[in-house]
């Protein structure tokens, strides 16, 4: 189940029964507790068996769990606690491996590897993380499109995101220019996306070519994010090192969506404020990619890193 779909079918699971005006259950906790799970050093002491035993088991259970949850405080403890918690285990040692093995062509395995996940009905984990790609279902059905249409945003996104061309690709193009060069550029293209094409656009044809082009950019950044962390890291210190840049993010996951939601019940639904929000996030997380690469290279701008 995508975290779009768990959007539309968690917002109304018991239409009886009233919700307070200021929660917006939008995956901000499953992705939260996904990333959070990776903050620790479970990996550089027993190596991956365990954790992925693990991990496999609690996924699965919560997924169980889910099918079967009908109050809100089940899908909390099934579908953003103990699901999310074995996502963790699998997914981390999972990139965590390859960084330890491949000496060389590091950032092309990592996108290899990273392009795996849209296996069977591909469970993109980071993508609670995304503001755009947490609302993408209910911004299609304001702006006109059908039910069935606006769940296509989100075949469409992870046909971008999860393909050779949002994964494989751009691993292999850091392997020739730098991973950080790759990474910057990915940014700047989700913030271009967001701001001049999704903030502006209100049809149908813009909803669709954002859900195609934002996949692409946020793919590559998925695929790549690892790889930063191995360049600047020995390889004993990778797992701990994933495991502190997993759980710093885990905070824009847990409040990013909410905040997202909070803005368009300010807005009297209207998404524009969420829009600027979620562009001005990512403009000024490119600008932090920007700098990193700079203070690596001693401000020098023609340089593979």
Known sequence: MDPDTEQA???????EQPKPDNEFPDGGLKAWTVVLGAFCRGFDIFGPRYLLLTGTLLHV?????????FRYYQFIL???ICSPL??????YPSFSCVTTWFRQKRALALGITASGSS??????????????ITFMVTYGEHVGLSNNMAGYLVSIFNTSSNSGIGRILPGYIADKVGSFNVSIA???LSTIFMLALWL??????SAIAFAALFGFSSGTYTAISPALIAHISDLEEIGTRSGTMYAFMSVAALTGSPIGGALISSADGSYWKLQVFAGCMIA???AFYIAARLYLTKGRLWEKV
Not at 9 to 14: F, H, L, R
Not at 62 to 69: C, D, E, T
Not at 119 to 132: C, E
């Open 78 to 80: 099934s579908q953003a």
């Open 61 to 69: 259970f919560g997924l169980m769990m889910a099918s079967i949850s």
């Open 9 to 15: 079918k968690i917002e109304d699971p018991n239409p």
């Open 284 to 286: 000024a997380g490119t």
């Open 200 to 205: 502006p656009g209100h049809s149908h044809e």
């Open 186 to 188: 990915a940014a700047t």
């Open 119 to 132: 296996l069977g009905a591909g469970f993109f984990y980071s993508m609670g993380m995304f503001i755009p």
């Open 86 to 91: 074995g996502a963790a285990m699998v997914l």
